[in-house]
């Protein structure tokens, strides 16, 4: 069982910054990759960032250049700085852990609770 805990978000204003930290906890296994998705209501979900064990990252191209990820792997946690924020960027952030295994390739995914980001002009 493995169990996924965001913390950070709150309210910002407009042109401000927050720290998001996901920690991770259970039998992990690795390589794997880690992941903030937002949602707000009635739109899809989105990939914000992504990164792997290794520390390769992905980044939305709407984010690029304000957010940054970072992991430690000692501690499973994961960190997203989010800087120069906008009212776009207000959602639902979700950490996401997923790896795939061996012989029959089997995908196991996770997902935390969810932390609200919002930002006010």
């Known amino acids: 069982q493995v169990q996924l805990v965001e913390s950070g978000g709150g309210l910002v204003q407009a042109g401000g910054s927050l720290r998001l930290s996901c920690t991770a906890s259970g039998s992990i296994f690795s390589p794997n990759t880690m992941a903030w998705y937002r949602q707000a209501p009635g739109k899809q979900r989105e990939l914000v960032a992504s990164i792997s064990s290794g520390g390769t990252t992905n980044y939305a191209d709407s984010v690029k250049g304000r957010f940054t990820l970072s992991r430690d792997n000692a501690e499973n946690t994961m960190y997203l700085q989010m800087n120069s924020l906008k009212p776009e960027d207000v959602a639902v952030y979700l950490c996401?852990?997923?790896?795939?295994?061996?012989?029959?390739?089997?995908?196991?995914?996770?997902w935390g609770q969810g932390t609200q980001v919002t930002v006010s002009s």
């Open positions: 996401n852990l997923e790896w795939v295994t061996g012989y029959f390739s089997t995908r196991y995914v996770y």
